[in-house]
């Protein structure tokens, strides 16, 4: 009887276990840690955003795997999980970018934005026929003339980092964020310190064709995404990288 109980409990979103639980959401949370790392860090001059995007297959076209998006010219996106997921509330964020500018003459607040992402994502844990959206993001971008980091969770909750890791290996990248992470470091070291933590879960180090990197840095306030040739030169110079 017991057991016929749980399963109702784990087939309704709408539905609260005795304990308080939602297992739907549960559900969505493995579901992003199945999902390649992303690590966001927050420095001084601006933010960093870098993502793990191995490939399936040798024969799979590198440009297709999408872990980072601009949303618009001062804040940016990596997921973990599910990508279709990913995609959907991307689109959500850009179009609300651009009403805001619409609306208002001037870009969207990173925590408003990201504030509406979850807005969106909650929706979808008290609604009946749907599941939850299977992804976590990292919402990086500038708000006058600060740096913002943040998270968002299949609850449709948000949380502001100074660094953080979703993902596969999320614990153990964590760990190492927090024991390395200095709120005095600049760009250059944010950039550094998200290849270091990504390495860090890698035994066989890693490929410039297999990392996405983006930043966005307070002077320009311009979201940016660095060539192939200029992780190639970093990992080099961190002596991160691994045989290809």
Partial sequence: MQGNEQQAYDRGITIFSPDGRLYQVEYAREAVKRGTASVGVRTADGVVIAAD???????IERDSIEKIHEIDSHVGVASAGHVAD????????????QVNRLRYDEPAS????????TDYIQQYTQTGGARPFGVALLVAGIEDGEPRLFETDPSGTPYEWQAVAIGGSREDIQTFLEDEYTEEMD????IELALRAL???????LDATGVDIATIDVETEQFQKLSEEDIAERLEEFE???EN
Avoid: C, M, Y
């Fill in 240 to 242: 991160l990288g691994g």
């Fill in 110 to 117: 990173v925590e408003s934005l990201t504030k509406e992402i």
């Fill in 187 to 190: 760009l250059e070291g944010g």
């Fill in 53 to 59: 995007r191995h490939a399936r297959s040798p024969l």
């Fill in 199 to 205: 390495a860090s879960v890698n035994e066989d180090g």
């Fill in 86 to 97: 990913a995609r959907q509330l991307i689109d959500v964020a850009r179009r609300q970018s």
